[in-house]
């Protein structure tokens, strides 16, 4: 493609690639004489709040569901005035593409996106490190329809106290040579107009009309190789996260702060950077799409992943270590009672680095796994 002499961000030329309303790949050159792809917002949209805030979550999708079949995302540049994010141009990996087409999914292209006004996370701005090892081809299938646009999360209304299932998140991390790992969560309870902004909140915060508790009575499930979970004897030491707007809650430790976005929530205590084994630190991030189609099994198997192992019919799981750093994944279906025969797809993937840190991750996840099941 001819060269057009724009400039962006550092990049000082650049072409165009590809153009969906509000969205623009562009082709240039790093500083370091690699080809790379950028994604952008136009000069209009990167005004608009609502639309960066979505581009963030787009980057941290990237992140949490990277295999070896995707190009690495080397630069995020989320608070510039005109924000990017840059991956490596390889023609045998899947490009920045792959993160347009999920914001699509998201919601339309052009106009305007429900109002965001959460700041951006700052653990998104943290490009990916290269992977390593050969490239493995992304699976192709035909048969795969796109995933269906993800609406706005409802709290169930009703009068009265009802058993509620919920909604959880999907979400797939990469281990040493490339396994990949998926989590789940489905949430349980009864609706109470809880006055308390709940952890991660920020003092005078919007309030949910209406917020899901936890059946403190359900048996614990575990995923395979795990042993962590939320009993009486340590349930002094935990407090319900419910992000705002969500039919779904779940025990974190009272040590860890959550913070929510549009599609992800997430929760951290400490350090995880593995080069530092002396900081402990934990790491939760919870995601929730729909199950395209009527979520029959070949669309499972490809959702799923070949490298991780399933445990039943609704749940695939990963998990490495327990050297740091120590890493947990699920992906889990549900429905919900409300719409029985709407299907989610809950993705949950956390990290843990130091001495007790596993055990936080993994009561976490557990507790996601067993109140949506």
Request: net charge negative.
């Amino acid at each position: 493609m001819p060269s057009t002499g724009r400039a962006l961000g550092p990049f000082a030329d650049v072409s165009t690639e590809r153009v969906e309303g509000a969205y623009e790949i562009c082709l240039g050159t790093d500083d370091e004489g690699r080809r790379v792809e950028i994604l952008t917002l136009g000069t209009t949209s990167s005004k608009d709040p609502s639309r960066r805030r979505l581009l963030a979550d787009a980057v941290n999708w990237a992140n949490s569901t990277h295999t070896p079949a995707d190009a690495p995302i080397l630069t995020i540049e989320l608070e510039a005035e005109q924000p990017y994010v840059v991956a490596l141009h390889d023609e045998r990996l899947r490009g920045i593409g792959r993160v347009l087409d999920w914001l699509l999914r998201m919601g339309p292209s052009t106009g305007p996106l429900q109002r965001i006004t959460a700041p951006i996370p700052q653990h998104l701005m943290r490009p990916q490190a290269p992977v390593s090892g050969p490239v493995v081809p992304p699976p192709v299938s035909p048969a795969m329809a796109p995933p269906a646009a993800l609406g706005v999360w409802r709290a169930r209304r009703n009068s009265a106290p009802f058993i509620a299932s919920v909604v959880a998140i999907l979400a797939l991390i990469v281990f040493g040579g490339g396994a990949l790992a998926v989590w789940i969560a489905q949430e349980p309870d009864t609706v109470s107009n809880n006055a308390d902004a709940g952890p991660g909140k920020e003092p005078g915060a919007a309030e949910p009309t209406e917020k899901e508790t936890l059946d403190d009575d359900l048996p614990p499930k575990l995923l395979p190789e795990t042993t962590g979970s939320w009993t009486p004897e340590n349930a002094s030491e935990a407090e319900v996260y419910a992000p705002d707007g969500w039919p779904l809650a779940w025990r974190v430790d009272k040590r860890m702060e959550c913070d929510d976005a549009e599609i992800q929530a997430t929760c951290t205590f400490g350090n995880t950077d593995a080069a530092k084994p002396e900081d402990a630190g934990a790491e939760v991030v919870v995601t929730l799409e729909r199950c395209p189609g009527r979520c029959d099994e070949q669309t499972r198997l490809e959702m799923g992943t070949e490298t991780s192992s399933r445990v039943d019919y609704d749940t695939w799981y990963e998990k490495s270590g327990p050297e740091a750093p120590y890493r947990l994944s699920m992906v889990h279906f549900f429905a919900t009672e409300d719409e029985p025969d709407e299907f989610y797809t809950v993705m949950v993937v956390g990290e843990a680095v130091g001495e007790g840190t596993i055990e936080m991750v993994e009561r976490t996840v557990n507790d996601i796994y067993t109140q949506t099941s």
